[in-house]
């Protein structure tokens, strides 16, 4: 049986938008007809501050909840997959808040002022969620990376999770009980040819012997069954799916940090009138801890993905 990697192995991180305030600068350099030039510099300082205070003010009220553009009215229409698998969402119910992008979802609704029972989900397949044209809902949550093609058919978030890189052992083996990634340099590690895994290997575990190297995903799989390799780096997201359906018997010894993790962002519909909203939402919660805090709950704790370094 092949088994497909994580749909998203690489992926381009998205530029995210920036604000600047030359403007301002340039208001110091006219001349004033009158008045010295510190009550001039003043006089920018408070205009700027307004100006500043102003755009604030438009941009909260552009988000007010009576102000959004819903795809049905007074209820918040979230997509998702299904089935939907855990860690992501638990007992198949989107609906329930558990599970990490469940939970997210649920944080994002609150910050544009729903409340759980006016949010709606809705089933969006994976392959169809960034393809062009209108949706049936206001955002998908799916562990759907943020690349550029991607971008030029749909709108993305910042991104609210970041998929690391994971290594799979037996769950007899001595590597499961690793406490950080100076315990695996002796291991016998596969991975995928032209995988971030690949880099994430020689970058951050440096391991005493070469990676082993396999074409495929499937040969990289089989190689473990036969013992030919002692552990296997793919990211999070397959570890978790490998785990829980192709390799019985194993377990996820831990997750860690990496060059070429993918970023996921919530999906919306091009030119969307709620992206900036959802965007300063998800900026909200990575700013306030809520997104590390939901990633700790239900993804290293829950899942026993612990982090290592």
């Not at 315990?183 to 070469?210: C, F, H, M, R």
């Not at 091009?270 to 993804?299: E, P, Y």
Request: overall charge positive; some cysteine; hydrophobic content about 40%.
């Amino acid at each position: 049986m092949l088994f497909r990697f994580h749909r998203d192995r690489s992926a381009q991180p998205r530029l995210l938008r920036r604000l600047t305030l030359g403007a301002v600068l340039l208001v110091g350099l006219v001349p004033a007809a009158c008045g010295s030039s510190k009550t001039s510099t003043s006089t920018s300082s408070a205009s700027a501050s307004t100006g500043t205070a102003s755009t604030g003010t438009a941009a909260a009220s552009a988000c007010a909840k009576s102000s959004l553009p819903l795809h049905t009215s007074g209820v918040l229409t979230v997509a998702t997959d299904s089935p939907a698998y855990p860690p992501y969402f638990e007992n198949n119910k989107p609906a329930n808040g558990k599970g990490f992008e469940s939970a997210v979802a649920y944080a994002i609704a609150s910050k544009l002022g729903f409340t759980p029972a006016e949010v709606k989900w809705t089933v969006e397949p994976f392959d169809s969620s960034y393809a062009p044209g209108p949706k049936s809902f206001d955002f998908d949550i799916n562990e759907i990376s943020i690349t550029a093609p991607r971008e030029k058919a749909v709108d993305f978030s910042a991104p609210y999770y970041v998929n690391p890189q994971a290594i799979i052992v037996s769950s007899s083996s001595p590597y499961a009980h690793a406490t950080g990634l100076a315990a695996l340099k002796g291991a016998k590690i596969g991975v995928q040819i032209g995988s971030t895994s690949l880099d994430a290997v020689n970058s951050e575990i440096k391991p005493s012997s070469q990676p082993q190297v396999f074409n495929t995903s499937n040969d990289v799989v089989s190689a473990f069954k036969i013992h030919r390799v002692d552990a296997i780096v793919v990211d999070l997201a397959t570890a978790f799916q490998l785990t829980a359906t192709e390799l019985p018997h194993t377990t996820i010894a831990g997750q860690f940090s990496a060059p070429g993790g993918d970023k996921w962002g919530v999906l919306l519909s091009k030119g969307s009138g709620l992206t900036s909203c959802v965007d300063r939402a998800v900026n909200a919660l990575r700013a306030n801890g809520t997104l590390a805090a939901l990633s700790h709950r239900w993804i290293a704790s829950a899942a026993n993905a612990p982090v290592l370094r």
